[in-house]
């Protein structure tokens, strides 16, 4: 299966029509770290994460991660072990919370972009997350609730995502 993202406003799976938002800058084929550009190309997902204090594990096919305080993303360039992956959050490695204070990793699937030959300040944290209000992202895709839940019914960890 296959989740296409069909113009900056729909995410197409199946018969399935998701509003949704895209990075404030567009779409690119040469992404870089901090340019609010959400990357093109066909990337597998990789596993659902979601905050049990705020959501019950809803019915998905995908592997689901309970997102505790301590989680991050790094987009620190000067730790290149650790660039782009799932880490301890540290004070002395820049990384993207993804216990939050507001809802929007309440759920979230992690876009394997830059991901398996990791090159430096190419982008990082690309996820499918929430959204209430459509606002455009720093470069990942947000959904509304309602339709992120839809999708984790429709989708599972042979699923692609084809961002064009």
Same mark, same amino acid.
């Given at each position: 299966? @296959?989740?296409?993202?069909?113009?900056? =406003?729909?995410?197409k799976i199946d018969d399935f029509y998701?509003?949704?938002?895209?990075?404030?800058?567009?779409?690119?084929?040469?992404?870089?770290?901090?340019?609010?550009? +959400?990357?093109?190309? @066909?990337?597998?997902?990789?596993?659902?994460?979601? %905050?049990?204090? %705020?959501?019950?594990?809803?019915?998905?096919?995908?592997?689901?991660?309970?997102? /505790?305080?301590?989680?991050?993303?790094?987009?620190?360039?000067?730790?290149?072990?650790?660039?782009?992956?799932?880490?301890? @959050?540290?004070?002395?490695? =820049? =990384?993207?919370?993804?216990? %939050?204070?507001?809802? /929007?990793?309440?759920?979230?699937?992690?876009? /394997?972009?830059?991901?398996?030959?990791?090159?430096?300040?190419?982008?990082?944290?690309?996820?499918?997350?929430? +959204?209430?209000?459509?606002?455009? @992202?720093?470069?990942?895709?947000?959904?509304?609730?309602?339709?992120?839940?839809?999708?984790? %019914?429709?989708?599972?960890?042979? +699923? /692609?995502i084809r961002i064009y």
């Open positions: 299966m @296959t989740i296409f993202l069909k113009n900056k =406003h729909t995410l998701f509003k949704c938002s895209i990075g404030k800058n567009g779409l690119s084929k040469k992404k870089i770290e901090g340019d609010k550009k +959400t990357p093109k190309g @066909t990337f597998k997902i990789e596993h659902l994460y979601y %905050r049990k204090d %705020r959501v019950k594990l809803p019915k998905t096919y995908l592997k689901a991660i309970e997102i /505790k305080p301590n989680m991050g993303w790094a987009d620190d360039i000067n730790f290149p072990n650790k660039y782009n992956k799932l880490i301890k @959050t540290s004070k002395s490695i =820049h =990384h993207e919370r993804l216990f %939050r204070h507001d809802y /929007k990793y309440d759920l979230l699937i992690p876009i /394997k972009y830059n991901s398996n030959k990791i090159i430096l300040g190419k982008g990082s944290c690309i996820f499918i997350h929430l +959204t209430n209000n459509y606002n455009p @992202t720093a470069g990942c895709i947000a959904l509304h609730k309602k339709d992120f839940l839809i999708m984790l %019914r429709l989708i599972n960890k042979n +699923t /692609k």
